[in-house]
């Protein structure tokens, strides 16, 4: 069974930085599509940084430049870091995963347009993140 477990929320002052973690269990870190989502009351979950099936990272245009993902596949932990922090990166964060997924031309893919909530079947439990001004 895949589990996922964030740690590494809390509250900051703008300008400041955390790293998020999530370690997984019940499957391998490098066969699964990974990701930051985050999500604020009355609105959709949104993708903050994911990895492509390729192993590239795409990343949220308000977070590009001040987040960064990586992660160990030994240690099946994802990790977000998170520099200048703003008062609207508050949130609560969530890690997801998928399996990697064939099209028509059995190419891999994690997404097809943008990544959408939708396309991940595994999430964390969430962290809050609150930065203050």
Do not use: H
Request: aromatic fraction near 14%; charge should be positive.
């Amino acid at each position: 069974q895949v589990q996922l477990v964030e740690s590494g929320g809390g509250s900051v002052q703008a300008g400041g930085s955390l790293r998020l973690s999530c370690v997984g269990s019940g499957y391998s870190y490098s066969n699964y599509c990974m990701g930051w989502f985050r999500q604020t009351p009355g609105k959709e979950r949104e993708a903050v940084a994911v990895f492509r099936s390729d192993g590239s990272p795409t990343f949220a245009d308000s977070v590009k430049g001040r987040f960064s993902i990586s992660k160990d596949n030994a240690k099946n932990t994802l990790y977000l870091q998170m520099n200048s922090l703003k008062p609207e990166d508050t949130a609560v964060y969530y890690c997801a995963a998928n399996q990697v997924r064939k099209n028509y031309y059995s190419d891999s893919y994690c997404y097809t347009a943008v990544p959408l909530q939708t396309d991940y079947n595994y999430w964390g439990q969430g962290t809050q993140v609150t930065v203050s001004s």
